[in-house]
T-cell receptor, first 112, second 112 residues
Framework: RKEVEQDPGPFNVPEGATVAFNCTYSNSASQSFFWYRQDCRKEPKLLMSVYSSGNEDGRFTAQLNRASQYISLLIRDSKLSDSATYLC?????????????FGAGTRLAVHP | EPEVTQTPSHQVTQMGQEVILRCVPISNHLYFYWYRQILGQKVEFLVSFYNNEISEKSEIFDDQFSVERPDGSNFTLKIRSTKLEDSAMYFCASEGRGNEQYFGPGTRLTVT
């Protein structure tokens, strides 16, 4: 089983649509969870951390279910500028340090 | 807003040559990482570094790779004898409190 699994997409949606990304992770000891976005040939940029209580940042809502080892990201009222690859990322805590384990990403294309 | 910087943005080298990739992490961060991303694949952890020591390295990080922090600001990744399969984007990341890692813009390494 992959450490972090995501639907590869692509998701093609019109502007204004709501889109949901799902992710599962295999290591129950993972402690921190993030969504990053990556534009083509650019670096991953931190979008938001994900907490068990759920968190929202404007149009973006992230949820974590530790029991199911499942993470989600919801984007409401999608914009053209949201087009990117969304990376689900978990940390593996080892020897006092965190290494990030990346999913392969889900590509989102928002069209007019 | 402080950011991670990396140089060069693109490095072309011949197989067997040594390359040094440079990074300047965010100034008050203490934990530093290198990741790589082969074109079309996911981001992979290479090595973590703290207090002038490697804290963890992946299977990819073999004897051909080394890291150091030669002064208070730079953080370098050296590949002694490059192979064709080392061609990838190399990202430096730094971590402050809260387990959030911020990535530099990357160095695209092309080995011919």
């Amino acid at each position: 089983r992959k450490e972090v699994e995501q639907d590869p997409g692509p998701f093609n949606v019109p502007e204004g649509a709501t889109v949901a990304f799902n992710c599962t992770y295999s290591n129950s000891a993972s402690q921190s969870f993030f969504w990053y976005r990556q534009d083509c040939r650019k670096e991953p940029k931190l979008l938001m951390s994900v907490y068990s209580s759920g968190n929202e940042d404007g149009r973006f809502t992230a949820q974590l279910n530790r029991a199911s080892q499942y993470i989600s990201l919801l984007i409401r009222d999608s914009k053209l500028s949201d087009s990117a690859t969304y990376l689900c990322v978990v940390t593996q805590f080892s020897g006092g340090y965190n290494k990030l384990i990346f999913g392969a990403g889900t590509r989102l294309a928002v069209h007019p | 807003e402080p950011e991670v910087t990396q140089t060069p943005s693109h490095q072309v080298t011949q197989m067997g040559q040594e390359v040094i990739l440079r990074c300047v992490p965010i100034s008050n961060h203490l934990y530093f990482y290198w990741y790589r991303q082969i074109l079309g694949q996911k981001v992979e952890f290479l090595v973590s570094f703290y207090n002038n020591e490697i804290s963890e390295k992946s299977e990819i990080f073999d004897d051909q790779f080394s890291v150091e922090r030669p002064d208070g600001s730079n953080f370098t990744l050296k590949i002694r004898s490059t192979k064709l399969e080392d061609s990838a984007m190399y990202f430096c990341a730094s971590e402050g409190r809260g387990n959030e890692q911020y990535f530099g813009p990357g160095t695209r390494l092309t080995v011919t």
